[in-house]
């Protein structure tokens, strides 16, 4: 087992995808053990993906494919503009604001960095915004993308949890909320000390009217997903096909943007990032059957549970560890890893399975604007054509935020377990 362990470290080192080292370190330990046949690893990878619900996942990543398509991206910044571009550092506002409207149509991080940076990043440098800063601030309201429902981690930590999908949309929602406003608090603090600009005027009804007409459209989708699976009209995984149908009927009615090639290219960017989604799950869950086999999840239960009597020491070891590993390792692997050795530790503690999943997705997602392998740092850099290091450095009090609302989603319960609760799901 060590071995193994050993040989997946030195992958990631090195560069490695985590899919491959995954797949290596899994492949090491069937060698070691000879007594288990190496074919057992193709039918490990199959089985990790023999589960229905996973059909959400390329459902929702096309749904946000078609939605950024149409041309939402624009309608989203412009009635957020009206909205919040008034106060200090209007455009910080702006992009944040965009953010949680852009989460409750994509739930992807990566999506929401590449589509509003691209639009904003420019256009807060052209007001006289810092170049790093306006990096640093579309990489960070990016995370708020895959808390706020629908969300497709959430999706998965469902999976692997046995959990209602629709409890852990609603547990991401106050959180993703939360995570928002205090993104702008920090935007504002700064802007006010940095002097930058502000939309100089106010927006009057009738603009406010026209800029929701526009947004209202794209703005309905995640009203229909969650109001259908909470009304029972369809199951997660139907929404998603539901998601997809509605992004393809208001370009079809209204818009009318999409032609064959742009569609064609929407369906080979979803089959892409499908497959590196699925790589990934496959190898992770062919890595946790290694870690099953050697009794690690056992032997983790026991230490726990021998070290840290006070679950709020332990919910603090939770996110310290989630904290690191999300610094190295892509979300859904380490998701599927970690998942069935916390569930059984936390249930000693008493913490309900679905707030573990709001802190466990938001742990992982705070990962993704932390180096070394920070993929929303990535875009944000090659969007600017700025070093990794300048947008880190004034990522910073960004990244205190969401730690600072990680610790309060962690200790607050009602912040997660309120609307699950209210809506009978607990």
């Keep these: 087992m060590l071995i193994s362990v050993l040989i997946f470290i030195l992958c990631i080192i090195i560069g490695v995808p985590i899919a491959f080292s995954l797949g290596a370190a899994s492949l090491t330990y069937l060698y070691v053990h000879q007594n288990i046949p190496l074919s057992i690893l193709a039918q490990r990878l199959f089985t990790g993906l023999d589960v229905f619900p996973f059909m959400a996942i390329p459902f929702f990543i096309l749904a946000g494919e078609l939605m950024n398509s149409v041309g939402i991206t624009k309608k989203l910044v412009n009635f957020s503009d009206v909205l919040v571009g008034r106060l200090r550092g209007g455009l910080g506002h702006v992009n944040i604001v965009a953010s949680m409207f852009f989460a409750g149509i994509t ?35 990016s995370v708020i993308g895959p808390i706020i429902p629908p969300s497709i981690p959430m999706v998965i930590y469902a999976i692997i949890s046995s959990q209602s999908v629709a409890a852990l949309f609603l547990a991401g929602f106050f959180p993703g909320v939360l995570l928002g406003f205090g993104l ?33 459209v794209p703005l309905l989708m995640p009203c229909i997903i969650l109001g259908g699976i909470l009304g029972g009209v369809f199951t997660a995984t139907e929404a998603s096909a539901v998601a997809v149908i509605y992004a393809l009927l208001i370009d079809i009615l209204l818009y009318r943007t999409l032609n064959f090639k742009e569609i064609k290219r929407v369906f080979i960017s979803t089959a892409k990032t499908t497959g590196v989604v699925f790589l990934v799950i496959a190898c992770a869950s062919t890595y946790n059957w290694m870690l099953t086999c050697a009794q690690v999840p056992q032997r983790m239960t026991m230490f726990l549970a021998e070290n840290f009597q006070n679950p709020v020491l332990f919910l603090f070891f939770i996110n310290v560890m989630l904290l690191f590993i999300g610094t190295f390792m892509e979300g859904t692997a380490a998701m599927i890893i970690t998942v069935p050795v916390l569930l059984p530790i936390a249930h000693c503690f008493g913490v309900d399975p ?37 947008i880190t450095k004034a990522i910073l009090p960004f990244l205190a935020v969401e730690i600072l609302v990680l610790m309060l989603v962690t200790y607050i319960k009602p912040i997660t377990m309120f609307l699950p609760r209210l809506f009978g799901y607990l």
Excluded: H, W
Excluded at 118 to 132: K, N, V
Excluded at 210 to 215: E, M, R, V
Excluded at 376 to 385: D, E, T
């Design 184 to 216: 702008m608090f920090i935007n504002y603090i700064i802007s006010r000390k940095r002097k930058y600009p502000r939309r100089e005027k106010q927006a009057g009804l009738k603009e406010i009217l026209n800029a929701l007409a526009n947004a209202i």
């Design 354 to 390: 679905v707030m573990l999943g709001a802190i466990v997705v938001l742990n992982l997602m705070i990962g993704l604007i932390t180096p070394p392998v920070g993929l929303c740092l990535y875009v944000a850099s090659g969007i600017c054509k700025l070093s990794i290091e300048r």
């Design 107 to 141: 739930g992807s991080a990566v999506a929401d960095t590449s589509a509003i940076g691209s639009m904003l990043i420019p256009a807060m440098e052209e007001q006289g915004f810092d170049t790093d800063f306006s990096a640093a601030v579309t990489a960070s309201s």
